[in-house]
């Protein structure tokens, strides 16, 4: 038995002894009518016993849901549509309140825009880094012809150099000599067939023309005749100092040729380096077009925020604003709750090592008189509260229906058993705010007596006070028990 039981029974005792002894003060004197036997009645009788039983102490606490959300605005706007009230059933994904996001749809619009030129932008630098590739390629292609031909122009002047160093040689000399007589062949040659023609001119059995071509061909030959000669007298006197030296020149011109070919080569494959810079310019463009992608899709993500949403399946407990209002960024606009509902007690830290998760308790809801709920344990905050030494116990409660938040609920906790003096709930009655019994005393009669009561326990309750072990009460049917009459045990 706990000290509050104790205490209870010391203070119910004594009103109990009082009553009964202001009634023992208050029996009138003893009628002739009363020596007469009393009246005889059968019931059903208890003898008391201590019985060892587990105790249950209640501890209070308030319903409340399993999830609760105060919904807001992420931006400013004027409100343009509340869909629900309080107490409406709401699904997770629901519109609830729509804010004006006009502007939030200009930003998507311009954020589009972005990132479509960022798109040209790529194609742009791909097609100039392609062309570049392109003309970068047939510079060097062309550098190095020009390399090529000048490596030959130079092999040419060598050549030259090397033979007008070395003089004219003995083939050479009897090569002039042969053209020279073909040379002369050739004009005597010229000179029969023109004498020849001149008189079958002049005896009209050629045209005049016919003369023309011969005479033609007779100079011809008299300018092959001396240009043989010329080549003959070179061939024997050999190169002169200025064909050597201008044979030097024409190699020193081939040599600086070819270094003029080499470095346009090397600009050449300079400019190449062009296409690196373009393929920069590519990998800038790309980046530019993923920062326009993303900051159109904030903008996408900012224009969502002009609705606000429901969070889960639930209820709506509170609404706080109106069309037309302004809302701001933080300020509450809804109050929602969903899931389960359960019972949040404070429980004292002597009762804890008795509960743990999952731990089931029978739960009362003033609401709801007369109607146990199931509770289990589905969090102990583990930190407790240092002035009242007592803990938050959260208990998960069975669905039932007439549950609300804010509700003032018990859950009842057991204890460990101790012997309790325990009649049946039906043993006992209230009657102006006192609770009664038969008790039958030693000749079986009937007496009202008064006694103080403490939990229950199923079907029956705890007597902290007004009965003891031994005495017998009147249970089951007493309609037709009063006071005096005696009983007689069925």
């Given at each position: 038995m706990?000290n509050?039981?104790?205490?209870?029974?010391?203070?119910m005792?004594?009103?109990?002894?009082?009553?009964?002894?202001m009634a023992?003060?208050?029996?009138?004197?003893?009628s002739?009518?009363q020596e007469e036997?009393p009246?005889?009645?059968g019931?059903?009788?208890?003898?008391?016993?201590?019985?060892s039983a587990?105790?249950?102490?209640?501890?209070?606490?308030?319903?409340?849901?399993?999830?609760?959300a105060?919904?807001?605005?992420?931006?400013m706007?004027?409100?343009?549509?509340?869909?629900?009230?309080?107490?409406?059933?709401?699904?997770?994904?629901?519109s609830?309140?729509?804010?004006d996001?006009?502007e939030?749809a200009?930003?998507?619009e311009?954020?589009?825009?972005?990132?479509r030129a960022?798109?040209v932008g790529?194609?742009?630098?791909?097609t100039a880094?392609?062309?570049?590739s392109?003309s970068?390629?047939?510079r060097?292609?062309?550098?190095e012809?020009?390399?090529a031909q000048a490596?030959?122009?130079?092999?040419?002047?060598?050549?030259?150099?090397?033979l007008?160093?070395?003089?004219s040689?003995?083939q050479e000399?009897?090569?002039?000599?042969?053209?020279?007589a073909?040379?002369d062949?050739?004009?005597?040659?010229?000179?029969l067939?023109?004498?020849?023609?001149?008189?079958l001119v002049?005896?009209?059995?050629?045209?005049?023309r016919?003369?023309d071509l011969?005479?033609?061909?007779?100079?011809?030959a008299e300018?092959n005749?001396?240009?043989?000669?010329?080549?003959?007298s070179?061939?024997?006197?050999?190169?002169?100092?200025?064909e050597?030296?201008a044979?030097?020149?024409?190699?020193e011109?081939?040599t600086?040729s070819?270094?003029q070919?080499?470095?346009g080569?090397?600009?050449a494959?300079?400019?190449?380096m062009?296409?690196?810079?373009?393929?920069?310019?590519?990998?800038?463009?790309?980046?530019?077009?993923?920062?326009?992608?993303?900051?159109?899709?904030?903008?996408?993500?900012?224009?969502?925020?002009g609705?606000?949403?429901s969070?889960?399946?639930?209820?709506?407990?509170?609404?706080?604003v109106d069309?037309?209002s302004?809302?701001?960024p933080?300020?509450?606009l809804?109050l929602v709750e969903g899931?389960?509902?359960?019972l949040?007690a404070?429980?004292?830290?002597?009762?804890?090592?008795?509960?743990?998760?999952?731990?089931?308790?029978s739960?009362?809801?003033?609401a709801?008189?007369?109607?146990?709920?199931s509770?289990?344990?589905?969090?102990i905050?583990?930190?407790?509260d240092p002035?009242?030494h007592?803990?938050?116990?959260k208990?998960?409660?069975s669905?039932?229906?007439?549950?609300r938040?804010?509700?003032?609920g018990?859950?009842?906790?057991r204890?460990?058993?101790t012997?309790?003096?325990?009649i049946p709930?039906?043993?006992?009655?209230?009657?102006?705010?006192?609770?009664?019994v038969?008790?039958?005393?030693k000749?079986?009669i009937?007496?009202?007596?008064i006694?103080t009561?403490?939990?229950?326990?199923?079907?029956?309750?705890?007597?902290?006070s007004?009965l003891?072990n031994?005495?017998?009460?009147?249970?089951?049917?007493?309609?037709?028990?009063e006071d005096?009459?005696?009983?007689e045990?069925?």
């Amino acid at each position: 038995m706990t000290n509050v039981s104790r205490k209870w029974k010391l203070g119910m005792v004594v009103p109990a002894a009082v009553a009964m002894g202001m009634a023992g003060c208050t029996r009138s004197e003893p009628s002739p009518r009363q020596e007469e036997p009393p009246k005889v009645v059968g019931a059903q009788v208890l003898e008391i016993g201590n019985r060892s039983a587990a105790g249950r102490y209640p501890v209070s606490g308030t319903i409340k849901s399993v999830l609760n959300a105060t919904l807001s605005s992420k931006v400013m706007g004027r409100v343009v549509e509340v869909a629900v009230r309080e107490g409406d059933e709401i699904r997770q994904g629901q519109s609830l309140v729509r804010i004006d996001s006009r502007e939030l749809a200009s930003a998507v619009e311009m954020a589009d825009a972005s990132y479509r030129a960022s798109v040209v932008g790529v194609g742009s630098a791909r097609t100039a880094a392609a062309m570049e590739s392109k003309s970068s390629t047939a510079r060097i292609v062309q550098a190095e012809s020009q390399v090529a031909q000048a490596r030959a122009a130079l092999a040419g002047a060598e050549a030259r150099r090397d033979l007008a160093r070395a003089g004219s040689r003995t083939q050479e000399v009897a090569q002039a000599q042969i053209s020279v007589a073909q040379a002369d062949s050739s004009l005597k040659l010229a000179k029969l067939e023109l004498d020849r023609t001149a008189r079958l001119v002049q005896e009209g059995a050629l045209a005049r023309r016919e003369l023309d071509l011969a005479q033609n061909r007779y100079e011809l030959a008299e300018g092959n005749l001396a240009a043989a000669k010329q080549a003959e007298s070179t061939a024997r006197e050999g190169s002169r100092v200025q064909e050597i030296r201008a044979a030097e020149q024409a190699v020193e011109q081939a040599t600086a040729s070819l270094r003029q070919a080499r470095a346009g080569v090397l600009q050449a494959r300079a400019a190449s380096m062009q296409v690196d810079v373009r393929r920069k310019d590519i990998e800038l463009a790309n980046a530019q077009t993923q920062q326009s992608a993303a900051a159109a899709r904030a903008a996408r993500v900012g224009l969502s925020y002009g609705v606000v949403a429901s969070p889960f399946n639930g209820r709506v407990v509170g609404r706080l604003v109106d069309p037309g209002s302004m809302a701001s960024p933080g300020v509450p606009l809804l109050l929602v709750e969903g899931g389960v509902y359960r019972l949040e007690a404070v429980v004292p830290e002597r009762l804890l090592a008795g509960l743990s998760k999952g731990t089931t308790a029978s739960v009362e809801i003033d609401a709801l008189p007369g109607r146990t709920i199931s509770g289990t344990v589905s969090e102990i905050v583990p930190q407790g509260d240092p002035a009242s030494h007592s803990f938050l116990v959260k208990y998960s409660l069975s669905p039932a229906p007439g549950i609300r938040s804010g509700m003032f609920g018990r859950a009842f906790l057991r204890t460990a058993a101790t012997n309790r003096v325990l009649i049946p709930k039906s043993a006992t009655w209230l009657r102006e705010g006192l609770n009664y019994v038969f008790a039958l005393n030693k000749e079986g009669i009937a007496r009202l007596r008064i006694v103080t009561l403490g939990g229950a326990f199923d079907d029956q309750v705890e007597v902290l006070s007004g009965l003891g072990n031994g005495d017998r009460i009147v249970v089951g049917d007493r309609s037709k028990i009063e006071d005096g009459v005696k009983v007689e045990a069925n």
